[in-house]
């Protein structure tokens, strides 16, 4: 098998050229003085441009119009029957009676493969004249070589960013997420008043929040999100009446949803916003949930104190709930500063009109010292583990008095 028969296929990488390979173009046409300089991809026996510098037009080259790939110079480069660089035509017979020599008036050649860290051949960067470049040589070679390599990273970058959108997309398209349900449990009472849903990917997948952020990374990240908020929406049969389901979704999602996306009941519902994302216009969610708020929905600051936008996120919307992250809880019977965070957390909601819960409570003493501080809500592997057992969801919907599953180290919570 020749090298060309053997090269690879990148999907959807027309054109997504990074700016970075264009520049790297304009000065590898600049250095060797040539009229054009080119990146193709070999896919389906064709070699395609993908990112051109120059009149690429006197040569007959367009971007993502390709030509047989038995006829062009690079098939001959590639299964090494012609050397890298050309520098006159005119005078070597092995491409001199070529259809594309004679059809584009070429006089120059110069190109090198590009072979992916796997070894593959993604294509070839090429340089082309219509005037014999008599000083062109293997240093000339050299230094397009050794720009062929700052491609190929950029290449390989969008290549895994392909792989990545393919994975999300079936995940996607075959709804491939199990949603866990997790306890809110109220700290006077220790009743359940709520669920969270949880997302849990097939394994191999990565973290939940791994997959979010790649999924935003490739411009999946609504459509994600959207599906699993419909399998958590799913689950509200599972919750009692008066319990409240909790869904997670950005700011970005947020501000695209309409009244027929939620459902009816809303008063059963919480929106999670996460804590991690800025908000482009406050204003503009605002008046996007407000309708939705009106009629019962619920708004909940995710991860609070856990990255940049808490405070202007909880100002700003002027949530019902203030989810104190884990981080902070983690901790807090022992640290001052913690403790002194939470009562700001406390004293926020009481002004608002709304309630804290503690997140991620792990401990016995953290639970207790949130209790002390103030804190109305507890959630966490301590009280209950994520679950998508029915069994569960069905024991959490009659009511049980879960502090009661603690031992009696942990009773003084009761308030």
């Not at 050397?83 to 070529?98: E, F, G, K, T």
């Not at 996607?172 to 669920?195: F, K, M």
């Not at 969610?285 to 009629?295: G, I, M, S, W, Y």
């Not at 709930?321 to 700001?344: E, H, M, P, Q």
Request: aromatic share 4%; glycine share 10%; charged share 25%.
């Amino acid at each position: 098998m020749t090298a060309a028969q053997g090269a690879c296929t990148i999907s959807e990488l027309s054109g997504l050229v990074s700016p970075r390979i264009d520049r790297i173009m304009e000065l590898a046409r600049r250095h060797l003085e040539m009229d054009v300089v080119f990146v193709s991809e070999f896919t389906g026996g064709r070699q395609v441009p993908r990112a051109i510098d120059g009149d690429g037009e006197s040569f007959g080259l367009a971007v993502d119009e390709g030509v047989p790939l038995e006829n062009t110079y690079c098939r001959l480069m590639l299964d090494e029957l012609i050397p890298n660089v050309i520098p006159d035509i005119a005078a070597d017979a092995r491409v001199r009676p070529l259809r594309i020599t004679v059809d584009g008036s070429i006089g120059a050649y110069v190109g090198v493969p590009l072979r992916l860290p796997d070894g593959t051949v993604y294509g070839s960067f090429c340089g082309l004249s219509h005037d014999e470049q008599p000083g062109l040589d293997r240093r000339d070679a050299s230094f397009l070589r050794m720009l062929a390599e700052l491609v190929v990273d950029d290449l390989e970058e969008q290549r895994q960013r392909d792989q990545r959108r393919a994975q999300i997309a079936d995940l996607i398209l075959g709804e491939r997420v199990t949603i866990a349900l997790q306890p809110v449990v109220d700290l006077h009472t220790g009743r359940c008043i709520g669920v969270e849903a949880l997302s849990r990917f097939p394994a191999g997948s990565g973290s939940p929040e791994a997959v979010f952020a790649g999924a935003h990374d490739v411009g999946l990240g609504l459509e994600l999100e959207r599906m699993t908020a419909a399998r958590a929406l799913a689950l509200r049969p599972a919750i009692a009446a008066d319990q409240a389901l909790g869904i997670n979704l950005t700011p970005g999602v947020a501000m695209t949803l309409t009244d027929g996306d939620l459902d009816a009941p809303l008063e059963q519902l919480v929106l999670e916003i996460t804590e991690h994302e800025a908000v482009d216009s406050y204003a503009g969610l605002r008046d996007r949930l407000q309708p939705l708020r009106e009629r019962g929905l619920r708004l909940a600051i995710d991860d609070a104190g856990a990255g940049y936008a808490s405070l202007q996120h909880i100002i700003e919307l002027q949530p019902d709930l203030i989810k104190i992250d884990r981080s902070i809880i983690n901790g807090l019977a022992a640290d001052k500063a913690r403790r002194s965070v939470v009562s700001g957390f406390v004293l926020l909601a009481l002004d608002l009109g709304g309630r804290v819960v503690a997140e991620g409570v792990e401990r016995r003493d953290d639970l207790r010292a949130a209790a002390e501080l103030g804190v109305d809500l507890g959630q966490g592997y301590l009280l209950a583990r994520p679950s998508t057992n029915s069994a569960d969801h069905a024991y959490w919907a009659s009511g049980p008095d879960l502090l009661r599953a603690l031992d009696r180290a942990v009773q003084p919570v009761r308030r």
